[in-house]
């Protein structure tokens, strides 16, 4: 009898296996493993028997139709259409089907509605966050912005600076306030200012600022000095940590990119006197200011630029002149009387009093009356000097042809020369009369003058 009862105990487990077998195997079984159940609804969006990929676009489609409302007061202040975020929701939709025979049955069994709930997680929010940090409500006046405490780079001190308490608003701080609310299906958000003041995240008693203080006082106190002509420019450590980045573990890497913007927004404001105003002791008026010219000091940033990567790499304390690509007549130090890097030899132009002054280290050893330009080819101010001197020479214009023997251009078709054609220098009637840009001069004059000056002689015209 027990005999009986044990075969028909095997004889039911292997129908009901095999009936298990059957069902695993059948078109049912691999439906309901792939497919939601009837009547499932997720975030109110009805998913009924949607796979899990087709599940993700309904619900990403329903999302994307929302419209994020910001009120203020209850007033609506900005709207931010949701269309095209995407959304990291996989996982979920995978649990609601189930991830086994005994799930997928116990998760298809019954026919009542089925509502879940899941976090609408954005996969990127940067689009989004941009937009509103950019928009106009989160424009709210405010008198003290906050500020982190940080390690002053401006000089080799390194001192440390204490945070500021202000009273804006911290706007990345509103923005993932409102991701969050997307995520949990909210569409709404009531924008109380005074709740989202922002706050210093670094503060002068930190562990990790006085680490970071040790850090910049251990990689960035090199002493690199440029020489130029009125003193000494020192590199901040600040341009360091820009142009030769040190990481946690001591490495050091050379950002070409760096440089060259330091070249170009630092040193060379620094070490160049082409085109700057320059304060100046004139003859007939005392001191003056001038403006421009082609004169004076140029940096090559691109040569330099490679010198300075070499000299960064090596790591080693410099002081040097930099490279420059055009110098002066007057390369001494600045002697402070007033003529800079124009030195004490030079040509002197005066346009109102029409007349010129030689001076050859500090002495005035020649004077003349002369004729500039006239009204329409006026003789431009500025600093420049001698580009080249020719013996003998024909200058021509649109409507002239005149040969000169003694030719000094100095700002390119504008020089001096001697003018045997006119009879009266030093004529207030120059506007009407004057050259076409030229300086005019008698022929003792200019002979003298040409006599004197060389290739680079300073021209200082006012």
Not at 88 to 103: L, V, Y
Not at 117 to 138: E, G, H, P, Q, R
């Amino acid at each position: 009898m027990k005999k009986k009862i044990i075969i028909g105990v095997i004889a039911a487990v292997v129908l009901v296996c095999g009936g298990f077998a059957v069902y695993l195997n059948s078109e049912g079984y691999e439906y309901k493993a792939t497919h939601l159940p009837a009547n499932t609804f997720i975030n109110g969006v009805d998913c009924s028997e949607l796979t899990e990929k087709e599940a993700i676009s309904e619900l990403t489609n329903a999302w994307n139709k929302k419209t994020f409302t910001v009120t203020r007061n209850g007033k609506k202040v900005a709207k931010f259409p949701l269309k095209e975020l995407e959304y990291e929701i996989d996982g979920n939709i995978e649990e609601f089907i189930g991830t086994n025979f005994f799930s997928v049955l116990s998760n298809h069994s019954g026919s009542d509605k089925k509502e879940h709930k899941i976090s609408m997680k954005i996969k990127d929010t940067a689009a989004l966050n941009k937009k509103i940090i950019k928009d106009k409500f989160l424009l709210i006046p405010y008198k003290v912005m906050t500020k982190d405490a940080y390690v002053d780079m401006s000089d080799t001190k390194f001192k440390l600076v204490k945070e500021v308490y202000g009273d804006n608003v911290d706007k990345e701080k509103v923005a993932k306030k409102i991701d969050s609310l997307i995520e949990k299906g909210e569409f709404k958000f009531e924008f109380e200012p005074k709740k989202y003041i922002d706050k210093p995240e670094l503060k002068l008693g930190d562990k990790a600022l006085k680490e970071e203080q040790k850090f910049d006082k251990e990689n960035y106190s090199q002493k690199f000095v440029y020489e130029k002509y009125n003193g000494e420019y020192r590199i901040m450590p600040k341009d360091i940590k820009k142009m030769r980045p040190v990481d946690a573990n001591g490495k050091a890497t050379i950002d070409k990119k760096a440089i060259k913007k330091f070249m170009n927004d630092t040193l060379a404001w620094q070490v160049n006197t082409q085109y700057f105003d320059r304060k100046f002791k004139s003859t007939d008026q005392g001191t003056i200011t001038v403006y421009g010219g082609t004169y004076g000091y140029v940096l090559d940033k691109d040569k330099e630029a490679k010198k300075l990567a070499e000299d960064l790499e090596a790591n080693k304390d410099f002081t040097r002149k930099p490279v420059f690509s055009q110098t002066p007549y007057y390369t001494g130090k600045d002697k402070k009387d007033g003529r800079g890097d124009i030195g004490d030899s030079y040509a002197e132009v005066s346009i109102g009093s029409q007349s010129l002054w030689l001076y050859i280290k500090g002495k005035r050893v020649m004077s003349t009356s002369v004729t500039t330009g006239r009204s329409g080819n006026d003789t431009e101010k500025g600093v420049y000097y001698i580009e080249y001197k020719q013996k003998g020479a024909t200058l021509t214009g649109a409507d002239y042809s005149s040969p000169v023997t003694y030719w000094m251009p100095f700002n390119g078709n504008q020089g001096c020369h001697d003018a045997p054609w006119r009879g009266d220098f030093g004529s207030s009637g120059y506007t009407s009369s004057g050259s076409h840009g030229c300086v005019n001069m008698p022929y003792y004059a200019a002979a003298e003058m040409f006599s004197k000056v060389e290739k680079g002689f300073p021209v200082v015209v006012h």
